[in-house]
């Protein structure tokens, strides 16, 4: 069974940045793609941030681009996002996704076939 675990959550001023990590154990035997969702309170799960196995193409969500970067070592089965110029609307759970297969376009949730428990980044104003 595919495991993903978040770290790298906590709190930050607006305007300032943290790097998320999401460690992957049991991969899939072959390639695969991974993504970003955040859950805001009282909100539903939204997209964020996938790339594909070698990376060569990624996908952002309009709140986020320009300001958080995905990026993946599969060498080391970790999947990062660089949040910069955070914001107190990126408050949210962050959860770490794989996909059993890679993608040919941009991934939506009921593409993703595995979870971490999530990490929480609180961003104060």
């Known amino acids: 069974q595919v495991e993903l675990d978040e770290s790298g959550g906590g709190l930050v001023q607006a305007g300032g940045s943290l790097r998320l990590s999401c460690a992957v154990s049991?991969?899939?035997?072959?390639?695969?793609?991974m993504g970003w969702f955040r859950q805001a309170p009282g909100k539903e799960r939204e997209f964020v941030a996938a790339?594909?196995?070698?990376?060569?193409?990624?996908w952002y969500s309009v709140s986020v681009e320009g300001r958080f970067t995905i990026s993946r070592d599969n060498a080391k089965n970790t999947l990062y996002l660089q949040m910069n110029d955070l914001k107190s609307e990126d408050t949210a759970v962050y959860y770490c996704a794989a996909s059993s297969a890679d993608y040919a376009a941009k991934p939506a949730y009921d593409d993703m076939h595995y979870w971490g428990v999530g990490t929480l980044v609180t961003v104060s104003s």
């Open positions: 790339i594909t196995w070698f990376g060569m193409r990624t």
């Open positions: 049991n991969a899939p035997s072959r390639s695969f793609g």
